[in-house]
């Protein structure tokens, strides 16, 4: 007797299942796509029951709704683990101001750039906040994003932080895309704080921290919950029985913004409080926080654009995940970029971001940033594909559920308009996503 199957994919010219035994790929691993030619994939509710060679899942599986993929690539959702969608307006004046010459850190000194994303923020109804952010999502899951983490640190002072968290949570809750909350309330010094920075650092540990805690903490059981109440409606597979949402405090350690000893107090305070560590490390600047970060358990520390070669090393040996975003660098029309190659030579597990935000990397594309990384950090297609999968969702916590397609994970798929996968590197400028599965659902 054959197993009923909600949806079958079947026939796809590849799959890459981008399966992992033991979480992120370090090193060579990252050339592992898990690639099965003709192959078809069984999903059961919103869960992958099988996946193989299409004759055997013929054999194993049937189901009134077979998609045909005959000429097409199936890769796992796309996973985006640093962006900074949720906030109000733009700075497309500074875009300009930029391509005639003013530096970005410049501007941040003199007030502008996060900073007035931080007053566009400040001044938005929260309705308003969420309307723009949920566009920006709906961007992303257009071009394959299924899990997404999102930052705070536009509002930078309690209310306001709180406000965006409480919009995060909501697209958490209503948008189609997987939704992971990153607290940030490090990302720059408001006009207010200006001046007495240790002060502001003080307020983040003291009253921010404590209250984005509580916020978050109650989101967590109440999904938990939700969970228990109706088992097997989301991800059923022995590893995420005891479902928790991951939550992450992150900084940015910076000249300009925060120091390597504030940053260590914000981190230290967060921790104590049930926060995963990320931080934003080497975008400019060298002051020492990638070291602190993975000594202290980070799940990832981002950008690496000055990271030493003793760091790398260091996180080589570790479980913290590097994330690079070279969209950051081609939106600075900038030809210097992280040394991803050398990182993952060297033995790293490297993630690929847009690191989606208003001033440094206004774009939405993950293909974008895979084409940039190839050309740029070097990467072969197998290694930017497992860069925006399986090594993202490490990146954010969430490997055991998503970023592979494998029996009892999550069904989250993208159908590509290309039998091999790695023209979405080549080809670039162009969204080869046809069809994105979220949750064995057809979206
Ligand atoms: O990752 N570097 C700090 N934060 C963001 C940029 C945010 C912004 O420019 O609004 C980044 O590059
Ligand atoms: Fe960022």
Redesign the pocket.
Known sequence: MKTKADLIIANAREVLTCASAAGAKKGAAMLETGRIENASIAIVGDVVAGVGPASAIETQFESKKVVDASRRSVVPGFVES?T?LV?AGN?VGEFELRIKGAD?LEI?AAGG??LS?VEMTREASEEELYRQSGARLDKLLKNGVTTCEI?T??GLELESELKMLRVILKLGREHIVDVLPTF?PA??VPPEWKGREDEFTDNICNEMIPAAAAALGSESRARSSVREESPGSRVSGPETSEYAAPFFIDV?C?KG?FTLDQCKRVLLAAKECGFQIKA?VD?FTNLGCARFAIENGAVSI??LDATSDAEIELLAGSETVGIV?PT?NFNFGSTEFAPARKMIDLGCAIAVST?Y?????PCPSLQTAMAIACRYQKLLPAEAVNAVTINAAAAIGMEPSVGSIEAGKQADLLILETGDYREICYEFGWNFVATVVKGGKIV
Not at 357 to 361: D, V
């Open positions: 640093h900074h906030y700075r970005y941040l750039g996060i994303t930052k640190g536009y940030l990302h720059a940015f910076e913004a934003h975008e981002d950008h975003t950051v690191d935000n208003p001033g440094s990397a």
